[in-house]
């Protein structure tokens, strides 16, 4: 039997009302070639063109026409506050850290490192259990950790290192 085909995707606000839907992590949500399972039951294959970072709300359109919605799926993360948010998301963003930014608090994965670090320059750290939907970065979406934002560089267009 063959799988139902994904190779196109579509952006939050680019598609209207799915057909069914996929829980992913966060992790999980970055994908190039990979088979998925919907809440249905169905099973389809992911073969897109590159590795994307997709979010939540976003959708994948298979070969017979059919959209699956991207759902966040619920993690095990850490929501932090403190006096000095604006500190503290400075500290996070100086680790890579891919972070989730409210108007009083930050959530990030769970890490007993950064954890550490961020109890010791004073933020209350909680855990929590919910979607994780962090910031895309500076170049739109996707990742914050990678430096690809979309075109090649030239020696007319080098970013400084």
């Known amino acids: 039997m063959t799988l139902p085909l994904s190779r196109n995707f579509h952006r939050q606000g680019h598609w209207s009302g799915p057909d069914d839907t996929v829980t992913l992590t966060y992790d999980a949500r970055f994908v190039r070639r990979k088979v998925l399972t919907t809440t249905g039951g169905t099973r389809f294959l992911v073969d897109l063109a590159q590795t994307t970072s997709l979010n939540d709300g976003d959708a994948f359109e298979l070969n017979d026409g059919h959209l699956v919605g991207i759902v966040a799926a619920k993690e095990e993360l850490l929501a932090v506050t403190g006096p000095d948010l604006a500190r503290i998301a400075w500290h996070i963003g100086n680790r890579h850290t891919p972070c989730q930014i409210g108007t009083d608090r930050l959530v990030i994965q769970r890490d007993r490192v ?3 670090m961020l109890e010791k ?29 979309g075109h090649v560089h030239t020696p007319a267009h080098a970013h400084a290192e």
């Open 114 to 116: 950064i954890r550490d």
């Open 121 to 149: 320059i004073g933020a209350e750290v909680f855990e929590v259990i919910e979607p994780f939907i962090p910031e895309g970065g500076a170049y739109g979406h996707g990742r914050t950790h990678g430096h690809d934002h």
